[in-house]
Each structure stands twice: as C-alpha cells, then as structure tokens.
T-cell receptor, first 110, second 111 residues
Framework: TQLLEQSPQFLSIQEGENLTVYCNSSSVFSSLQWYRQEPGEGPVLLVTVVTGGEVKKLKRLTFQFGDARKDSSLHITAAQPGDTGLYLCAVYNQGGKLIFGQGTELSVKP | GAGVSQSPRYKVAKRGQDVALRCDPISGHVSLFWYQQALGQGPEFLTYFQNEAQLDKSGLPSDRFFAERPEGSVSTLKIQRTQQEDSAVYLC?????????FGPGTRLTVL
C-alpha cells in the first residue's frame, strides 16, 4: 500500500488546457513537497507546503495543502508543452528520507 | 558544475555481472541519499549517509546491494550478481539542511 496515492497516473492534454493532479493519504503530515522530473533528469523541488489549507502559487502552478494536512493538489492553468514531465508528491519520513508517490505523467501537446 | 553528478549515465550489464555506480554530491553537503526508481514509478529510498557514516540502509533490497562513502564525499553504490529486477534508474541526492538536490541518475539495464 502506497503512503501517498497520486491521481491520475497519466494525463495527456492539449496546450492551453487546465488540469489538476492529486496526492492523497490517510496519514497526517507536517509538510508535503511537489517535484517535477523531466526525462533523463532527477526530480526538482517545486514547492513545500506546511500549513493546513495553505495555497502557494508558482507562475501558472497553484499548490494547495488540505485542511487536515492529509492531501494536496496541483493545478496548472493554461498548460504549455514545457510543463510536460512526471509530477511527484513527497513527504519526509524519519531520518530525513523522502517518501514519494508513484507520480503523475503529464504530456502537453502543442 | 555546482550540482550533483552521477556516472555512468547509462549502464548495460549482463545478468550476474557486478556494477558500480558513482555519485559526486554538492561540495560541503553532509547528507547523501540513494534512491531507486522503477519505470513509471516514484523514487524509493535505498540508503542514507551522514558524512562517511551509513545511518540507514533499510531500503536496500538485498545483500547484493552495498553502498559506501569512505571519505564523506563521493559515494558508490555497488550491485553484485545483477538480476533483471535490478533494472531501474538509480538516483543520488545530497543535502546540507532540508532540501535534497538530485543528480540526473544512472539508468541500469540488466539483460
């Protein structure tokens, strides 16, 4: 059983569309991170959310942490081909190691 | 460069061969992590070093996997008698405080 369940697993959309991906758990977390990983590269940190209900914006990306700090969402407005990649949510476990969800593979077609 | 580097970037091994994967962390980073990422999945923790001390190796899948960081800088992940299920991308990350910075990974294919 995955600690973090991401959905959808795959998403293929046209340029200019909006989309939301989800990261859900039954556990409560003190913080949650979102990463983007491009083919042939390692994950790159996009944002860390800490407070329940928190909303953070990064250009066209909006991240929200659930009120109960068990889930999070990532919304992309007017997606562009450069947004293509694997989006991963992750939390820290004891000892500083990261536990990742299985990821959402996003493809944005021009 | 200033980032985490890994070598080789790609490795093809015949089943039963031993392989060694290298990670050069960001200079001065005390913590170093290894992760394994299967195709279409998120990375999974393998092992963790603080300086030269291996503090957590709970994620290593079998005793064929061995990691070292003898001088607290460069780290090597060694896999003995490789099996097809070892095929994956092996990611290294280093950190000074809270944020982990990932290298590009080594893609291992075992035939």
């Amino acid at each position: 059983t995955q600690l973090l369940e991401q959905s959808p697993q795959f998403l293929s959309i046209q340029e200019g569309e909006n989309l939301t991906v989800y990261c859900n758990s039954s556990s409560v977390f003190s913080s949650l991170q979102w990463y983007r990983q491009e083919p042939g590269e390692g994950p790159v940190l996009l944002v860390t959310v800490v407070t329940g209900g928190e909303v953070k914006k990064l250009k066209r990306l909006t991240f929200q942490f659930g009120d109960a700090r068990k889930d999070s969402s990532l919304h992309i407005t007017a997606a562009q081909p450069g947004d293509t990649g694997l989006y991963l949510c992750a939390v820290y476990n004891q000892g500083g190691k990261l536990i990742f969800g299985q990821g959402t593979e996003l493809s944005v077609k021009p | 460069g200033a980032g985490v580097s890994q070598s080789p970037r790609y490795k093809v091994a015949k089943r039963g061969q031993d392989v060694a994967l290298r990670c050069d962390p960001i200079s001065g980073h005390v913590s170093l992590f290894w992760y394994q990422q299967a195709l279409g999945q998120g990375p999974e923790f393998l092992t963790y070093f603080q300086n030269e001390a291996q503090l957590d190796k709970s994620g290593l899948p079998s005793d064929r996997f061995f990691a070292e960081r003898p001088e607290g800088s460069v780290s090597t992940l060694k896999i003995q008698r490789t099996q097809q299920e070892d095929s994956a991308v092996y990611l290294c990350a280093s950190s000074a405080f809270n944020e982990q910075f990932f290298g590009p990974g080594t893609r291992l294919t075992v035939l």
